[in-house]
């Protein structure tokens, strides 16, 4: 059984730093990609950053622009864990953050929530003005 497990939510303080993190289990997503959204009160779930194996050890991440230039994705298959390290949060950040896994694999980024096929349980951030 595939489990996704988010931690590092919590609140912080416009301006500031946040690192998230997605522990897997029950499976390796080595060369599938893996993502995260994100869903705000009255919103939709939407796309945040996702990363894809490139060849060899390597990953490549890709973010929206909407956490462009304040946002890292990147994965350590060793502990099959993947992070999310936000800095400069803004109050429109807050949101509940959700890790995703799909048995997808090749060169797209897979932004839409029905090209994921694991989810987590959410864990929230909330960002103070």
């Known amino acids: 059984q595939v489990q996704l497990v988010e931690s590092g939510g919590g609140l912080v303080q416009a301006g500031g730093p946040l690192r998230l993190s997605c522990a897997a289990s029950?499976?390796?997503?080595?060369?599938?990609?893996m993502g995260w959204f994100r869903q705000a009160p009255g919103k939709e779930r939407e796309f945040v950053a996702s990363?894809?194996?490139?060849?060899?050890?390597?990953?490549?991440?890709y973010v929206a622009e909407s956490v462009k230039g304040r946002s890292t994705i990147s994965r350590d298959n060793a502990t099959n864990t993947m992070y999310l390290q936000m800095t400069s949060l803004k109050p429109e950040d807050t949101a509940v953050y959700y890790c995703?896994?799909?048995?997808?694999?090749?060169?797209?980024?897979?932004?839409?929530?029905?090209?994921?096929?694991?989810w987590g349980q959410g864990t929230q951030v909330t960002v103070s003005s």
């Open positions: 990363i894809r194996w490139s060849g060899g050890s390597s990953y490549v991440g």
């Open positions: 995703a896994g799909t048995e997808r694999r090749g060169s797209t980024w897979y932004t839409l929530v029905s090209d994921y096929d694991y």
């Open positions: 029950g499976r390796t997503f080595g060369r599938s990609v």
